[in-house]
């Protein structure tokens, strides 16, 4: 069912008058096809998004979408988990610059028919082929798509070898992978988690449901036995006027021995360079792998390339006790690449430590986590499609700054990443950052910022509201520095408190934001909790174990929560008239 379609009336009435307030701009759900219930089937986060450059009409976003899950229900009713061997790695197409979304059914391994009945008698889950509302031809293939969304539109490769806007655009959607079967003689990889590529030359029939769009995935990550390759994003060469136009990159960190040394775990940086369409790659690390209190591996990655093809690679890496945002250039097509510098900082993350996840959090106790708070977004304008008018201007955007008041930078740099502007602060006054993405219009002449912010303090216990909102930016760029940011979109609040992790032990909201742009518009991905209901049992439970507790019950969601609870969605505004 079509979740829109559903929300609560006052909901709803919020959303279509805030479309018609501005001048211009819609906002709309994205993952019209999941249900608002049961949890953990509506639980979406870590939006990503694209448009093609060559049809600037057409978008295509990523989520961890649980629509193919077990209800709760399922067995034991106080568990929810990722039912093992289905995908969460969802999938939605707009076809009007994201003026409004669609989410396909496929067929592949699903959990749907898992619902349950209250009470331990029924049996535990067994998946079955079955519909699907994410990236198909894993199971199929001994895979299981594990989310961690990344899309990206290129260029395709034509019989001669050559890539041309004339032969077609590709999607490319990046995401972790894992084994179907845990044998080892059946494994189709090494390790915990690899990476993979699936692509479709035809995204108007990939959003009619035919499966058959989708080419089988790639996986591109070479694997050992102890690799967990992890927060991974993509990026096609899309200008055609750069000298490796069609080239496509993936980043990410390869985690390594983490079963053996969880907290100490060389995490390299990756990069890994498609020539001929996504159908091979070579893989080489960038910076050191060193973890330790002195030094950090470059993390949350993020990599674009200019109009004359150079390749940027960021991502946030502690040196000295500090961490900053670091930049390695490859000039050859990803050939080679620069040591990892610091070129903005430092900077700091937010959160505070949390009991219950060992993670950092920002809006409470057993909060969302915030890692990736302080990583870099960026965006170039690079002239795209064809690249004669691109300015090559790189704007940055993170989270930093103290828990009272975390920070939405801005950063930009106009000579190719030589030099950088000083940081300033654009985020609302009652806004407390969390994570941020730019876009910036491919001839440089308009900056855009989405980013997710909680409007209410950090809250030491789980019993008080907290408020969680997504805003959208814009601001024009000429000659000098870019200029002042209005905003241009205000989501409705909600509750973060009413997501959560499948354990149930915190609220979960994911790694990232996203955003993309084009000559006439911009468009904003974001987190939302405003169809999620607070359960006042997991609160009680959150806090007792927060404290190292055992006098609470662990609560059975779907009977001792609202139905609404866990429904966290992904929301996109986009500028177009």
Aim: some cysteine; hydrophobic content about 35%; overall charge negative.
């Amino acid at each position: 069912m079509r979740k829109f379609l559903v929300l609560p009336l006052t909901v709803a009435l919020l959303v279509t008058i805030t479309a018609l307030a501005g001048a211009a701009g819609v906002s709309h759900l994205v993952n019209t096809g999941s249900p608002m219930t049961p949890f953990s089937e509506n639980k979406q986060n870590e939006p990503a998004v694209a448009i093609d450059a060559n049809h600037p009409n057409v978008l295509a976003s990523g989520a961890n979408d649980n629509i193919d899950l077990e209800a709760c229900n399922a067995a034991n009713d106080t568990t929810c988990p990722f039912t093992s061997g289905v995908g969460v790695s969802g999938i939605y197409f707009s076809f009007d610059s994201g003026k409004t979304w669609t989410q396909p059914t496929y067929t592949g391994l699903s959990a749907r028919s898992c619902q349950g009945a209250p009470g331990p008698s029924d049996p535990a889950c067994t998946p079955a082929v079955g519909p699907i509302g994410t990236l198909p031809w894993y199971f199929e293939n001994g895979l299981v798509a594990d989310g961690d969304p990344a899309v990206a539109f290129g260029p395709k490769q034509g019989a001669n070898g050559t890539f041309s806007w004339a032969n077609g655009s590709r999607l490319y959607y990046a995401n972790l992978t894992s084994n179907l079967s845990a044998l080892r003689s059946d494994a189709e990889f090494k390790g915990f988690e690899a990476i993979a590529v699936s692509r479709t030359d035809n995204v108007q029939a990939a959003a009619a449901n035919d499966k058959s769009a989708w080419m089988p995935p790639v996986i591109i990550s070479k694997q050992s036995s102890t690799t967990f390759s992890d927060k991974e994003q993509i990026w096609a060469d899309n200008a055609s006027s750069s000298a490796f136009f069609g080239n496509v990159y993936v980043c990410w960190a390869a985690f390594r021995g983490q079963e053996k040394s969880p907290n100490a775990a060389p995490a390299p940086l990756q990069v890994a360079v498609s020539r001929d369409g996504g159908s091979t790659w070579s893989q080489q690390q960038v910076g050191a792998a060193a973890n330790n209190s002195n030094r950090n591996p470059t993390d949350g990655c993020t990599i674009r390339t200019d109009s004359h093809g150079n390749a940027y690679l960021f991502g946030v890496g502690a040196k000295g006790g500090e961490a900053f945002e670091a930049l390695s250039v490859s000039t050859d097509g990803g050939a080679s690449w620069s040591n990892p510098t610091p070129v903005v900082g430092p900077v700091t993350q937010p959160g505070i430590f949390d009991p219950n996840t060992g993670r950092p959090s920002i809006d409470g106790l057993a909060g969302a986590r915030s890692d990736l708070a302080p990583a870099p977004s960026i965006d170039i304008a690079n002239g795209a499609p064809t690249g004669s008018d691109a300015t090559n201007r790189i704007v940055m955007s993170y989270v930093s700054g103290e828990i009272t008041k975390p920070h939405v930078f801005f950063t930009e740099s106009t000579d190719l990443g030589k030099t950088w502007a000083t940081p300033r602060a654009i985020e609302g006054p009652t806004d407390r950052g969390y994570y941020a993405a730019p876009a910036i219009s491919p001839n440089g002449k308009t900056v855009y910022v989405v980013y997710n912010a909680f409007t209410t303090s950090y809250q030491p216990t789980t019993g008080t509201p907290r408020s969680l909102v997504g805003v959208f930016m814009q601001a024009a760029a000429g000659a000098g520095a870019t200029g002042a940011f209005t905003e241009a979109h205000r989501g409705a609040p909600g509750d973060p408190r009413g997501s959560s992790q499948n354990n149930l032990v915190a609220e979960f909201l994911g790694d990232y934001v996203y955003a993309a742009a084009t000559r006439t518009y911009g468009v904003g991905v974001w987190n939302d909790t405003r169809a999620a209901a607070d359960c006042t049992a997991a609160d009680a439970w959150r806090q007792d174990i927060a404290t190292g507790g055992t006098l609470v019950p662990r609560p059975a969601p779907q009977q001792n929560c609202p139905a609404t609870f866990g429904n966290s969605d992904i929301f996109s505004f986009t500028t177009a008239p």
